[in-house]
């Protein structure tokens, strides 16, 4: 039987750090990566790698936020067949805080940015394959890039050491045309390198979004448990796990990580589909209005939002 192509990268702990800063308990992130590993997901993002001295907010966040390796090797101290993975954004992350792959936890490294960062992005990729680890590229917000800048960014990416290549929908308004045309587009430009796609539920298409990329030959597909993850969240693992064909997957641990920690957890924080994060997916915007809308006592006036947001007027109100 022909075995599927896919792999699965579990992002609850990251994208859904940026639902609840990175609380989590120690035993509720050893109790996913337990079930995540039993279910067979390929890989688990356990937080990002960014330096707490380059980013405001460090006392706040869980530990999570910024990953520490002596912390995580006590808190996996038996490693399974999944894989960790770090996220690290241009800008934020100091080289010198990432050791040598043999010395690490972490297998996989992954650099966020900007299409107009492609360049230092690629520099921080090729140190951490020089430091042994897995990479990927993750251009963030490719709905909102021009034609010229992308072919821009293919060039460099063809020349570079990365293994994987992201289509980040970061802000959920990618629908099946798009999704295939950019992974074409991808295809066409990089012949030679992996894909991965990351997608957000704004429009309720992050799982069918993953499905087109997956049937047109994109390999890592971003995923969480419940979909947790910021706004409308992401492509929810277990729908992945129980419907790609010819995997290895187990859909049981998925269910026992969702029935002990993500219900449980989704009573307190918020994340999902909801109108506001619809409304800022569907005119292709960050959905930093919605998440403040949510946050507010306005939190389901959604009309005055659409105006709002729809109205080429800008008033400020008045202090
Ligand atoms: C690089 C990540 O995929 C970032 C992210 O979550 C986004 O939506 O952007």
Redesign the pocket.
């Known amino acids: 039987m022909k075995t599927n192509h896919c792999k699965i990268v579990d992002c609850t702990i990251r994208?859904g750090g940026l639902v609840n800063n990175w609380d989590f308990s120690i035993e509720f992130v050893q109790q996913l990566y337990a079930g995540l590993n039993e279910a067979g997901v390929d890989y688990m993002e356990i937080g990002y790698k960014n330096s707490p001295k380059l980013l405001s907010g460090a006392d706040e966040a869980g530990p999570w936020r910024f990953l520490n390796d002596d912390f995580l090797r006590q808190v996996i101290p038996n490693k399974g067949t999944t894989k960790l993975s770090a996220?690290v954004d241009i800008g934020r992350v100091d080289e010198n805080d990432i050791l040598p792959r043999t010395e690490s936890m972490l297998d996989l490294i992954?650099v966020?940015c900007y299409i107009k960062d492609v360049d230092k992005a690629l520099q921080l990729v090729q140190t951490f394959h020089d430091r042994g680890y897995e990479t990927t590229l993750?251009i963030?917000?490719l709905s909102n890039v021009m034609e010229n800048e992308l072919l821009e960014a293919f060039e460099m990416i063809n020349e570079s050491v990365v293994d994987v290549v992201?289509i980040?929908d970061?802000y959920g308004s990618l629908d099946y045309k798009d999704t295939e045309y950019l992974v074409q587009k991808f295809k066409t430009h990089l012949p030679h390198k992996r894909l991965g796609v990351?997608t957000?539920n704004n429009m309720q298409l992050a799982f069918s979004n993953t499905l087109v990329a997956a049937q047109n030959g994109v390999e890592l597909l971003?995923a969480s448990v419940y979909g947790m993850?910021?706004a409308a969240g992401n492509c929810p693992t277990e729908l992945l796990v129980t419907h790609l064909k010819n995997t290895h997957y187990k859909i049981r641990p998925v269910l026992e990580v969702l029935e002990n920690l993500l219900i449980p957890l989704r009573e307190k924080e918020e994340w999902g589909y909801l109108i506001p994060y619809m409304i800022t997916g569907s005119l292709d915007e960050h959905p930093r209005s919605a998440m403040a809308l949510r946050a507010s006592d306005a939190k389901d006036k959604v009309v005055g939002f659409f105006d709002k947001l729809t109205t080429p007027e800008v008033s400020f109100e008045k202090k």
């Open positions: 994208d996220l992954r966020a993750n963030m917000a992201y980040v970061s990351h957000h971003d993850g910021r």
